[in-house]
Structure formats: structure tokens, C-alpha cells
């Protein structure tokens, strides 16, 4: 089955750590996305990738880093710099960034920073 | 990014049509109108989008206002699997990269 995968499903971090989120597509998908939801918002876009080794900042870049080495992975760090981190994370992909592609997203990593 | 604006929340019965709507009266010629679904813990769904004409696919219909300042999403028959959040979106089309701008959405109650 083709897909968007997300890993870990809950991830726990202590104050000070950097953490990594998986994401991985098999749709064949030039442009990949992430997405940061806090409770009763909605989603609120991170960074994005139109091919590999390119990304750009979203609207709320700051204390976060990608990296798309493969275009079927996109990870990302959450480092120490980003102040308030706890949300729900969301993964996504496309054909490209072309306003009339649908974009399909993972299951989502839930980080909660104790 | 132009806005739209939804109900907060809506209630239908099982097996009765629901119409959503949504305005966007700021709406420029190249914003594509995109619905999306989410349930509680899960990412987002794709539903449908549209630009001009109304649309069909197997999940709904998508009703866009002739001025294009509002539209409608359709779900014919209502089950209890379609109580979601529902987001309308507008997405710019053109040259430049036109984000999902994600709002509050609706809040679809479908009652047994």
C-alpha cells in the first residue's frame, strides 16, 4: 500500500534535547511538507520541500531543522531552541507544490516535552 | 493567504445530506478552494477541491458560488464515520507556492 508514514507514533523529550520525527513516502511525491497542531488549533506549516536537497522555511521555521537527502524521507529535528515544542506533529506529501495537488498526510507523532 | 470563514459546528442525522459551507469573499481568480477531514489524533484527509466548476468524486460534491465568494461542501448521505473537523481551505495557485492555511473547520455531529 502506498503511503505516508510517521515514526514514533508518541515520542517523550526532556527540556534541552533535540529530537528527531520520522517521515517517509512511497507515493513517488516531489514535494514534502510538515505541519506543527496544537489542541483546538489548526495546522500551522513548518517546512516544506519541493525536490530533494531543497526545503524552505514555513511560518514557523524557528527551532526546528529538515533535511531531504532522499525524496522519500524527510525528517525532522526538533531542537532545544524551540520554546514551546509539546503539539502534535504532521507529516505530508504531494506531486508538487502546484495549488491543484491534493496533499496526503501521515498519522502524525504527538511530542510532549516533560 | 485569503481567508474563509466556517461555522464552528454542525449536527445531521445518519443517512441525511449535510451541506458545509464556507465564505471566502477575499478569493482571488487563481485560489483553488480545498476541503480537507480530520479525526481526533489523526492526520488530515483530502476531500475534494475545486476551482471554478462544481465537483464530484466518490467522497462528495463541491458547490462554488458562481462569484466564487462562497461554496459548499455535500455529503449525500451522512454515516457516522464522516463526524470530523472540516477545513476549507484556499489555496493560490499561480507561480508561487500556495500553502494549506488550515482555520478552525467545522465540527460535524452526525447523530444514529
Known amino acids: 500500500d502506498g503511503g505516508i508514514t510517521q515514526s514514533p507514533k508518541y515520542l517523550f523529550r526532556k527540556e534541552g534535547q533535540n529530537v528527531t520525527l520520522s517521515c517517509e513516502q512511497n507515493?513517488?511525491?516531489?514535494?514534502m511538507y510538515w505541519y506543527r497542531q496544537d489542541p483546538g488549533q489548526g495546522l500551522r506549516l513548518i517546512y516544506y520541500?519541493?525536490?530533494?536537497?531543497?526545503?524552505q522555511k514555513g511560518d514557523i521555521a524557528e527551532g526546528y531543522s529538515v533535511s531531504r537527502e532522499k525524496k522519500e524521507s524527510f525528517p525532522l529535528t526538533v531542537t532545544s531552541a524551540q520554546k514551546n515544542p509539546t503539539a502534535f506533529y504532521l507529516c505530508?506529501?504531494?506531486?508538487?507544490?502546484?495549488?491543484?495537488?491534493?496533499?496526503?498526510f501521515g498519522p502524525g507523532t504527538r511530542l510532549t516535552v516533560l | 493567504d485569503a481567508k474563509t470563514t466556517q461555522p464552528n459546528s454542525m449536527e445531521s442525522n445518519e443517512e441525511e445530506p449535510v451541506h458545509l459551507p464556507c465564505n471566502h469573499s477575499?478569493?482571488?481568480?487563481?485560489?483553488?478552494i480545498h476541503w480537507y477531514r480530520q479525526l481526533p489524533s489523526q492526520g488530515p484527509e483530502y476531500v475534494i477541491h475545486?476551482?471554478?466548476s462544481n465537483v464530484n468524486n466518490r467522497m462528495a460534491s463541491l458547490a462554488i458560488a458562481e462569484d466564487r465568494k462562497s461554496s459548499t461542501l455535500i455529503l449525500h448521505r451522512a454515516t457516522l464515520r464522516d463526524a470530523a473537523v472540516y477545513y476549507c481551505?484556499?489555496?493560490?495557485?499561480?507561480?508561487?507556492?500556495?500553502?494549506?492555511?488550515f482555520g478552525q473547520g467545522t465540527i460535524l455531529t452526525v447523530h444514529p
Open positions: 507515493l513517488n511525491h516531489d514535494a
Open positions: 481551505i484556499l489555496r493560490a495557485g499561480g507561480t508561487s507556492y500556495g500553502k494549506l492555511t
Open positions: 475545486g476551482l471554478t
Open positions: 520541500s519541493q525536490i530533494v536537497n531543497d526545503f
Open positions: 505530508a506529501s504531494s506531486m508538487s507544490l502546484a495549488a491543484y495537488n491534493e496533499q496526503f
Open positions: 477575499t478569493i482571488s481568480g487563481t485560489d483553488y
